[in-house]
Structures are given as structure tokens and as C-alpha cells.
């Protein structure tokens, strides 16, 4: 089974403009959730989508905003970049509901954003 | 608050020897626990898991975790480190009342010498 992929892998991007980035997750499985890491955040929460509704959200300003389409791949915006928001983003799935195991979370490789 | 502590930054091993990585964790109730397994420049691998049951767990590469639910710990060990072992390690927790959501601890950087 394939495991859980996001595109792009590297990213660089300037000040002020926004980005998009995507998450497939492993088939079956109907939970995206999103995470920032930087060195000294560690990682961060962003948000979770179970079929296509947003369920959780970290403390994260607006500019980031995520969605879910059908198929259960996601994808994630951030509006207006800021030198800050340099980090790697990872995606990962989860089963999202169902018996014991359900919240076990896989991850993608991660795209890593580079603001200027 | 609720939060995952990882004492520990920073651990130099030499080959052979044995590992353990400690987690604490403050929650209300039990939450659910894993450790995850990071290498440069890649996304996280996940090694073991408690949702409940026998408080000792196997995983993955030969790490086991042991659930100590008197101390808040779930501590991560292996028995002989190997080179490749060298990566950065996470303790993480999933709350029962969330949904998808894990928080992380600060991790724990493995250095492995020969």
C-alpha cells in the first residue's frame, strides 16, 4: 500500500505571496492532519479534516487555511508568507474513526517551505 | 496544562550499547502514546504505540516502550543501538478528547559512535 505522499517537496517563495501544498494520504484512510516544524517550535498542530470538515484547529493565525476534497486528499494555503512561516509542513492520515488503532497516525516525507 | 516533556535533548550512545529515551506526559486521563522516529531530512516514522493493555510494548527496528501509568512515563529503550539508529526521536500523545490531533515533545537527538 502506498504510504502517504505531499507536493511539492521543496518550496522557496518570497515575502507576502501565498502558497499552496498537497497531501495524498494511504488509501482507506479519511483523516488529513497538518504540522509545522521548526527548530524552535519543535512540531505544531495546525489542523485535521475528516471527510472534507475541518474537526480540529491549532493556534495558527487565519492566513493559514487547509481543505479536504472527496477523495480525501488535502491541501493546505498559506496566504500573505512571512519570513516565520520557513518550516517543514507535514501531512499524515489516519483511519480517522473506527476500532482501537484508529488515530494512528502515518506521515509524509514533508514539503519544505523556504520564505525569502 | 497539558503537555509532553522529553528531559533529554540530546543523547550520544556508542554502538552496542543500550538506549533509553524517556517521555512524560501530563494529562487528565491516559491518553494514547507513541514514539516516532525522525531522520534528516525526512518525515516521521512511527515505532510503537499504547492504547491500552499490556503496558509493554514492541515496535519496529527493536524498540520496545514500557507505559508506567503511576509515574506518567512511557519510556523508549533499545537493547543494542546500531549506527543506523542515529536519527532524532519524538514522543507524542493523542489526547482522547481530541480529534487528530498529537502533541509533540521537544525530541530527543540520538548520536551514535562507533
Known amino acids: 500500500k502506498a504510504g502517504v505522499t505531499q507536493t511539492p517537496r521543496y518550496l522557496i517563495k518570497t515575502r507576502g505571496q501565498q502558497v499552496t501544498l498537497s497531501c495524498s494520504p494511504i488509501?482507506?484512510?479519511?483523516?488529513v492532519s497538518w504540522y509545522q516544524q521548526t527548530p524552535g517550535q519543535g512540531l505544531q498542530f495546525l489542523f485535521e479534516y475528516f471527510s472534507e470538515t475541518q474537526r480540529n484547529k491549532g493556534n495558527f493565525p487565519g492566513r493559514f487555511s487547509g481543505r479536504q476534497f472527496s477523495n480525501s486528499r488535502s491541501e493546505m494555503n498559506v496566504s500573505t508568507l512571512e519570513l516565520g512561516d520557513s518550516a517543514l509542513y507535514l501531512c499524515?492520515?489516519?483511519?480517522?474513526?473506527?476500532?482501537?488503532?484508529?488515530?494512528?497516525?502515518?506521515f509524509g516525507p514533508g514539503t519544505r517551505l523556504t520564505v525569502l | 496544562a497539558q503537555s509532553v516533556t522529553q528531559p533529554d535533548i540530546h543523547i550520544t550512545v556508542s554502538e552496542g550499547a543500550s538506549l533509553e529515551l524517556r517521555c512524560n506526559y501530563s494529562y487528565g486521563a491516559t491518553p494514547y502514546l507513541f514514539w516516532y522516529v525522525q531522520s534528516p531530512g525526512q518525515g516521521l516514522q512511527l515505532l510503537l504505540k499504547y492504547f491500552s493493555g499490556d503496558t509493554l510494548v514492541q515496535g519496529i527496528k527493536g524498540f520496545e516502550a514500557e507505559f508506567k501509568r503511576s509515574q506518567s512515563s512511557f519510556n523508549l529503550r533499545k537493547p543494542s543501538v546500531h549506527w543506523s539508529d542515529a536519527a532524532e526521536y519524538f514522543c507524542a500523545v493523542d489526547p482522547t478528547d481530541s480529534w487528530g490531533k498529537l502533541q509533540f515533545g521537544a525530541g530527543t537527538q540520538v548520536v551514535v559512535t562507533p
Open positions: 499524515a492520515s489516519s483511519l480517522g474513526k473506527g476500532s482501537v488503532g484508529y488515530n494512528e497516525q502515518f
Open positions: 488509501s482507506g484512510h479519511r483523516s
